[in-house]
């Protein structure tokens, strides 16, 4: 599981839109293309080995402020002392991720009065996955490492981090030294030492070195209260059972989007370079995941035998047609079944499936679209209508229609379609459907048909 702090995510890219200077807002489109493309190279680099990836994002009002009022208080005082529109930022930031949790193939975890690092701790927790990555130069994540199956890598510094540290340690002095960044004191300093911009009361080296044994910390009454305050705010194995309830309900209610809006969603924000290489975003290639969901031969011969027998409205699919080819025993059979359904349509579909001049001028693989589950013969179009429009696929057929318009009509038409004959069509496309479909070869069309070596009746 890759696990991204996409708070951690937006923010850089926002500083690196705007080169560091925040004065004026950057595009917002500007923004979600690098943020989007940031997405896309983490999925690219460690799908393979860490498999689906999971949003994390931050909740505003966290549940730590409820137990301690001055966490991340300087942040906030910095903001209002700030030049920068950080209203207009996080509006943006808002916005983006409200669009990411429609439209990308992805679970986004947005829980109130969470944290992203509440909802990655908890996940890493429920040990479901063989192998986890967190994408976030936080360095408390690093406490997080002691399952052993845990990773770190730094956006920022483009490497994996933590791993010569020992998390308990490490854990251990963060308790001690607490966080400034978070408006969280050390050990010996009260709760409020930041509002009076005082200095905290120092832990040299020797010190934390020596209390990294927490049986050697002079544990009084005050110091065992900021110890145990700290702990509350930096363990991340303290989140509260009701926290941590709401994040894993969150999760099992959560749904991946289904993959065929990302095309539509990078068509209307107009993301070209991105639309290129729509493959990036998914946990595997199409092709990979089409193959994986079927058996050896694609279709059993059950299977086949049961799809044959389905007419619906007696308008027979051209799956079905050609599953009748695939239960025939010998070729003349499989032949004759051809030339029973002989039409212009049942033609093209096959000229386009088998003809090596034909080009299709579509990505390969299996487009992001949704299946038509309607009954044969119901609500669906066929192949025989849609085959005329299948020019406007072939390269050279329809040069006045740009790619993208051209991949959205192809998934219209798959759209339309009894999911079955959409199969069909996308291993025409794809020049497989004589692995689909047994015996329905090159040679045995142009018999058939009476068809020469170039497709035509000599």
């Known amino acids: 599981m890759i696990l991204i702090d996409l708070n951690q995510v937006m923010i850089s890219n926002l500083m690196a839109q705007s080169r560091g200077d925040l004065s004026e807002l950057p595009s917002k489109d500007a923004v979600r293309h690098s943020i989007l493309n940031t997405i896309r190279a983490f999925n690219v680099k460690f799908r393979e080995e860490f498999g689906e990836v999971v949003l994390c994002a931050d909740a505003a009002d966290p549940w730590r402020r409820d137990i ?4 991340k208080h300087q942040r906030r005082k ?33 829980v109130d009065k969470c944290e992203a690092d509440d909802i990655i701790a908890t996940l890493v927790a429920q040990r479901t996955e063989d192998k986890y990555l967190i994408i976030s130069g ?105 926290i941590s309830e709401s994040i894993i309900n969150k999760y099992k209610d959560c749904k991946d989007n289904n993959r065929s ?24 290639i199409y092709g990979e995941i089409k ?46 079944v051809l030339r029973k359904h002989d039409t212009p349509a049942m033609r093209m579909i096959l000229k386009g499936a088998f003809d090596p001049k034909i080009e299709w001028d579509l990505p390969p693989g299996i487009p992001p679209f949704i299946r038509n589950e309607a009954p044969a013969g119901t609500e669906h179009t066929y192949l025989d209508n849609e085959a005329k429009r299948l020019y406007n696929f072939i390269k050279g057929g329809n040069n006045e229609l740009n790619k993208i318009r051209k991949e959205t009509l192809f998934i219209q038409i798959l759209e ?21 479909f047994k015996g329905l070869t090159s040679d045995m069309v142009k018999e058939a048909f009476g068809w020469n070596a170039d497709f035509v009746k000599p």
């Open 138 to 242: 936080d360095k408390d994540f690093i406490q997080l490492q002691h399952y052993g199956d845990v990773y770190q890598f730094s956006p920022l510094l483009k490497s994996f981090m933590g791993e010569s540290s020992d998390p308990i340690v490490f854990l251990r002095e963060q308790i001690i030294k607490g966080d400034r960044s978070d408006g969280v004191p050390n050990i010996l300093s009260d709760d409020d030492i930041f509002l009076r911009d005082e200095r905290q009361k120092p832990i040299n080296k020797k010190r934390l070195a020596e209390w990294a044994d927490t049986d050697n910390i002079p544990l009084g009454s005050e110091t065992r209260k900021y110890f145990e305050r700290n702990k509350k705010l930096i363990d991340l194995s303290m989140i509260p059972k009701e």
């Open 68 to 71: 301690f009022p001055n966490y």
């Open 416 to 436: 339309g379609l009894h999911q079955k004959d959409a199969d069909v069509l996308i291993d025409v496309k794809n020049g497989t459907l004589n692995k689909t």
């Open 261 to 284: 809006l990302l095309l539509q969603y990078f068509i209307d924000n107009k993301l070209k370079a991105l639309i290129e290489n729509i493959n990036d975003f998914w946990k595997h």
């Open 291 to 336: 193959m994986a969901e079927r058996n050896p031969n694609l279709i059993s011969p059950k299977t086949m035998e049961a799809m044959a027998s389905t007419s619906g409205s007696g308008r027979e699919l051209f799956s079905e047609i050609f599953t009748k080819v695939n239960n025939a025993k010998v070729k003349a059979d499989k032949i004759a």
């Open 78 to 110: 910095g903001r209002v002392e700030s030049k920068i529109d950080w209203d207009g930022l996080f509006k943006i930031m808002s916005e983006i991720r409200e669009e990411f949790s429609t439209k990308l193939p992805y679970k986004l975890m947005h």
